[in-house]
């Protein structure tokens, strides 16, 4: 079976909802995943930006220790107990919208769920993208993503 993951509000290749924006709505998608490779202890979900002119792109949200027997987050969350999402590029935990700079042209926020083979990651609220990246580069067992694209006209 292949790890897969779909939502209700974002069409992989399509253009992010007005939801799924900062400055319109600042939602986070509903997500569904199915396909969990034996092995899997805990899910991980991070949104990433790499077209922000940043040098390193933007994290728009990070969230780990998902137990194993959720496969889906609803649309605008709670995440489920036990998880923890973390500081976002923004400066705070949570879900934070697209927002790329006017005229800067279309960015791609990749949403991916993570299968994880650890219950927990030793990860916190005030830890940044890059710190769950880390410890998610030694603890994957598989990934699945959506993609979708977002511009703010000059």
Do not use: C
Request: net charge negative.
């Amino acid at each position: 079976m292949t790890f897969t993951l779909t939502s209700n509000d974002i069409t992989d290749g399509g253009v992010l909802p007005d939801a799924q924006v900062k400055a319109l709505g600042n939602t986070s998608p509903h997500l569904a995943w199915s396909g969990a490779p034996e092995g899997t202890k805990s899910y991980a979900v991070t949104v990433y930006d790499p077209d922000a002119p940043t040098g390193s792109g933007f994290w728009h949200w990070t969230v780990a220790n998902i137990p194993a027997d959720v496969s889906e987050l609803p649309t605008g969350g709670p995440v489920p107990s036990g998880a923890v999402e973390g500081r976002t590029d923004y400066g705070k935990a949570g879900f934070g919208g697209a927002a790329p700079p006017p005229g800067h042209g279309p960015h791609r926020y990749i949403f991916t769920v993570f299968a994880v083979d650890t219950n927990t990651l030793e990860v916190t609220p005030d830890d940044s993208g890059a710190v769950y990246g880390f410890n998610l580069h030694f603890h994957t067992l598989a990934k699945a993503s959506v993609t979708a694209t977002y511009e703010t006209k000059a």
